[in-house]
Structures are given as C-alpha cells and as structure tokens.
C-alpha cells in the first residue's frame, strides 16, 4: 500500500468538481471525532498544531501530480482529519500558489479559527469551506464530540470573525443528523447564527456514507431542502459529480491511495477500475485483495458495501 503519500485523487465533489485532495496531516488526526465522519472515529484528537511534514515535501508532491492531472478544477486541502491542525499550511498554500493558477480550497471545521494566526494562513486559499453542525452548545458537543478545552462561543465567534475578514469564497456547510440538529427549533436557531456569518454559498447535507457511529440517522431528503430554501442554499443531495482518478499505475494502489483518505463503495470502485481500462479478472483481484487488507474496513450501509481506512 502507498505509504505517507500526501496528494489522492482526483476524487468527484459535488460542491467543487473534479479535485486534486490533498493531505498535511496524518490519519484521522482532528479537534473533533464527529458522529457522523466518514472517515471513522477520530484516532488521534489533538488541538495542537504541528509541523507533521515538510511543507516542501507536500509540495513537490502536488506538483508532481498536476502534471498529469491537468485537467482537474480544485486542489483541496482537506487532510485526514482537521488540515487547520498543519503548522505549515499558510506556506503550503503560497507554495502550491507558486506553480498553478488552480484555485486553493481548504475544507476545514473551523474550530481553530478563533486563532488569529489559524484565520491568516486560511485566508490564502481561495475557497473556504467551514462546516457549522452545532446550533448551540449542546448540539455541537453531541454531534462534534469536541477536543476538551474547546469552548463553542469561542470556535463560532472564531468563525464569524473570519468570515468578516475573508476576501475570498466562503462556502458554509450543515450537516444535518436526525433527531439531533434538524427540528424547528435548530432551524430557528441556525438561521439567527447564518445571518451573522459572511458566506458565498451555503450547502445542507446528510450522511449518505457510513458515519462513525451506528445510531447516526440521515435526514429525509425533504428535510434538507426545506433548510436549504430557508437559508437559500443548496442541498448537497441534488448536486451531480463525476468519477474518481488517481495517477497511480497499479489498480490496487490507486484504489488505497484514495480510500484511505476517501472513502468510496463497491460501485465506485468497480466504475473507476473500469475508467482505468481494467477487465472483470482484474477487477476481481482489487476486490479480493481489499477482503485481505486489514487496513481497510469493509461496511454496509444503506444497501451499499463501502470501503474505508480501519
């Protein structure tokens, strides 16, 4: 399997096309251990940021991979876990600005941004995508599942003071669990927050991959719009992507290198080996070899079987 391998992809996005993703920190390292992530649970929770990597050892890889990825319409920052948690992210970002004109997205929870520092280097990017879960204290702690000494007052007044400051996209995202954020009441309450926040867009979305825990129930697709036409947003839902990439000439290593930081089910698998001209034996192989990984977890959810780091 590829090892410490910072750029994956390209992988489809809904909300920004095809994207080159790109790690700085390592596995499922974050400030949250969300009930919901796709990613599993949380393996290491820290709200110290660290110099995990070279900043130009990232670079150089991302620089590698868009020359044969030239046609690709993002390059995300979204790590295997909280990305703001990088030390070195404002000089990844002027770094990887220094040799494309592509546009920088950073794909964050926002709860560092009551760091003055933090807020700087994320302004670089050129999109900025910060979810917004909790509707108060009580719903952030229970969806989140916060670092310990992280205040909510502090991380949402964080985040509104960043979008103020911001001269680039800002993207709000709101992930909607049932039963936890989407009564009428965290309606109401979401919108008093939504007004205060400076945003381009606003995206509503509900697990559709299996979450980190098993009690965590998605929205009905009618509940999701009905809050995105208050907010006049988007729900994620009824947006279209396309297939997955990678410049990986080994089917199997190709298929780890995304689903370690992506996960993907079996039909995005079998549609991407095809995509790479691969025949049903060998198609057959990547799928036996994935039962042997004890790296990767195979799940079942929603009638599909998807695959994700362990």
């Given at each position: 399997?590829v ?14 096309g ?10 499922k ?37 868009l ?7 993002v ?12 030390e070195?992210l ?16 950073l794909?964050?929870n926002?709860?560092l941004f ?34 310990g000494?992280l ?24 992930m909607?669990i ?28 509900t ?7 098993g ?5 009905s697709?009618?509940?999701v719009?009905a809050?995105?036409?208050k ?29 370690m ?10 549609s ?13 192989v ?13 799940i ?11």
């Amino acid at each position: 399997m590829v090892k410490n391998r910072h750029v994956f992809g390209p992988v489809p996005s809904r909300r920004l096309g095809v994207s080159l993703g790109v790690s700085p920190i390592p596995e499922k390292t974050c400030n949250y251990t969300c009930t919901y992530c796709q990613l599993g649970r949380t393996r290491y929770m820290s709200n110290k940021r660290t110099m995990f990597y070279p900043v130009d050892k990232i670079a150089a890889q991302v620089q590698a991979a868009l020359k044969t990825n030239s046609s690709i319409d993002v390059i995300s920052l979204v790590g295997e876990g909280e990305p703001t948690l990088y030390e070195g992210l404002g000089d990844l970002i002027d770094a990887i600005k220094s040799f494309t004109d592509k546009p920088v997205v950073l794909i964050t929870n926002a709860a560092l941004f009551y760091d003055k520092q933090v807020r700087h280097e994320s302004a670089k990017a050129d999109i900025v995508l910060p979810s917004l879960d909790g509707y108060d204290e009580t719903s952030w702690k229970t969806i989140n599942r916060p670092y310990g000494r992280l205040d909510y007052k502090s991380v949402l007044n964080g985040l509104i003071e960043f979008s103020k400051e911001y001269g680039g996209q800002l993207w709000l995202e709101i992930m909607l669990i049932r039963g936890e954020n989407d009564s009428d009441k965290a309606l109401k309450a979401f919108s008093s927050i939504v007004s205060k926040i400076r945003h381009d867009r606003l995206y509503v979305n509900t697990p559709v991959r299996p979450p980190a825990e098993g009690f965590v129930e998605p929205c009905s697709h009618e509940r999701v719009r009905a809050f995105a036409k208050k907010f006049n947003g988007s729900a994620i839902d009824e947006l279209v992507s396309i297939g997955f990439g990678s410049d990986i000439k080994d089917n199997y290593e190709a298929v780890c290198s995304i689903i370690m930081r992506h996960p993907m089910n079996a039909f995005e698998i079998e549609s991407f080996l095809k995509s790479r001209h691969a025949s049903n034996t060998e198609q057959e192989v990547v799928f036996s070899q994935l039962k042997k990984d004890g790296s990767i977890t195979a799940i079942e959810y929603k009638g599909f079987v998807t695959y994700r780091a362990s």
